[in-house]
């Protein structure tokens, strides 16, 4: 029998990701995507495209974490095996703008799904994977951090993933749910969403090299995260739920690195070299009158906007209990990641290259 995944988030960067690993693994894989005005399924298009992938395999259901009705429903008509909960308002900044439904959608979402599978009787049948993060560790009390290092959220998003994380551990000892969490340190890729930091830096310098951007505006420079390559780290949320026991790991790659050596990094692969201008502080009036940019020497700077109102300045995560428990060691290096974004978003910075040297406007929307 093919065993059946649920994955809410599946039109998201992991969830494309995971469906993709799911599928060439046979599953039977179902995915709750969000009713939108505008088409939001372009990370996983090509899985209902390519017949080789799917094959009749990949079934989307339309369902929102806010909405226990359509997450109940979903689950009693799939009965899954599997479910792997990656859908939340992701953005930590956009999560002090909207805290409400940040709670509503990743931590009342969370118990919605579990509640679910109580009630219809799934306890047994049902493993269930939460999508937990670093950023529980927020003002952090030990480093490097791991599993049994104390959280201190800073976001209204870190708070809200802190009820979903303990929530899933107290279905997991209240009822035997076989419930599990992934503390995830940052993870990216070339469909990485376009407001993250590093998306936002590779996809900047390849418009600025391509005469399409001017400059890259960025928040705290000095800001150190464990960044590894989400196409690795999906392959450990489904490790997770393949364990005798259900228990919460840590996964990370243990190396650190700032913002401005993302930059840095990013600049380098492209054989740029960055003006960190005016110290990368945008002085008034400075950036208006400011002769124009060298595309070959991208101008950044530091727009307070980017701020956050409590930062968490410092991650790295120690992935040893992965390592020993489910032989899991990130394949991709830092530099790796970095030159395939850099390799992706010159691509589609070609593109609107294309398109605007045709008479279009090529997008250049700010973030
Ligand atoms: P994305 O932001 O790329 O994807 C989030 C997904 O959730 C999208 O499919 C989005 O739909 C969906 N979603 C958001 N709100 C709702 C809602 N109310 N109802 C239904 N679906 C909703 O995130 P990632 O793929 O990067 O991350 C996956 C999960 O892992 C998230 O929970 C995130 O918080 C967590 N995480 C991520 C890390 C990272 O570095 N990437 C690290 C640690 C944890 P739509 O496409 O319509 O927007
Ligand atoms: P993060 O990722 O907050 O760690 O959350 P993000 O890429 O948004 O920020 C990383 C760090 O870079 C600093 N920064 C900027 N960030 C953004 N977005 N835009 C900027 O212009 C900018 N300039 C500097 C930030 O202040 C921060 O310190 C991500 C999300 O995927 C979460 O869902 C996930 O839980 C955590 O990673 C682990």
Redesign the pocket.
């Known amino acids: 029998m093919k065993k059946k995944a649920l994955i ?9 990701y995971l469906a993709e690993l799911l599928l060439a693994k046979g599953y039977e894989v179902h995915g ?3 009713r ?1 005005s505008l088409f ?2 372009d ?1 996983i298009d090509h899985l209902f495209q390519d017949p080789h992938i799917s094959d009749g395999r990949f079934v989307l259901h339309h ?5 226990s009705s359509s997450l109940t429903h979903i689950i009693q008509k799939v009965q899954p095996d599997e479910i792997y ?7 930590v900044a956009v999560s002090f703008e909207e805290p409400e ?1 940040t709670a ?3 931590a009342l ?1 969370a118990l919605r799904i579990l509640e679910a599978i109580r009630i219809l009787g799934l306890t047994k049948k049902t493993r269930f994977y939460q ?5 529980l560790y927020g003002l952090v009390q030990e480093i490097p951090q791991k599993e049994t290092t104390p959280f201190y959220p800073r976001s209204p ?1 870190a708070v809200a ?1 802190l009820y979903a994380y303990w929530i899933t551990v107290n279905y997991r000892e209240a009822y035997g749910i076989y419930a599990c969490n ?7 890729s070339p ?3 376009e407001t ?1 930091v590093t998306r936002k830096i590779t996809r900047a310098l390849a418009r600025i090299k391509l005469g399409l951007q001017d400059a890259l505006y960025l928040g705290n420079l000095d800001a150190k995260r464990d ?1 590894g390559h ?1 196409r690795d ?1 999906v392959e450990m949320q489904w490790l997770m739920l393949q364990q005798e026991q259900p228990e919460d790991f840590v996964i990370a790659t243990g190396v650190q690195y700032s913002v401005r050596d993302f930059v840095n990094a990013a600049a380098q692969e492209m054989g740029m070299k960055i003006r960190w201008e005016n110290n990368g502080v945008d002085e008034k009036g400075y950036w208006e009158n400011r002769e124009k940019g060298d595309p070959n020497q991208p101008v950044v700077a530091v727009d307070p906007r980017y701020f956050r109102p409590t930062e968490v300045e410092t991650l790295l995560g120690d992935p040893t209990k992965a390592k020993t428990k489910l032989g899991w060691t990130p394949r991709t290096t830092f530099a790796e990641l970095v030159a395939e974004m850099v390799r992706e978003d010159l691509r589609s910075a070609q593109r609107d290259e294309l398109v605007k040297s045709h008479g279009y406007n090529a997008f250049n929307y700010d973030q």
Request: no cysteine; hydrophobic share 30%; net charge negative.
């Open positions: 809410t988030g599946v039109t998201g960067q992991d969830g494309a709750i995507k969000r939108t939001n399924t990370r369902g929102d974490m806010t909405d909960n990656l859908a939340a308002q992701s953005h439904y509503n959608s990743d979402g999508a937990s993060t670093s950023e998003y993933k992934g503390i995830l340190f940052n993870h990216e469909i990485r969403g993250f960044w989400a780290y």
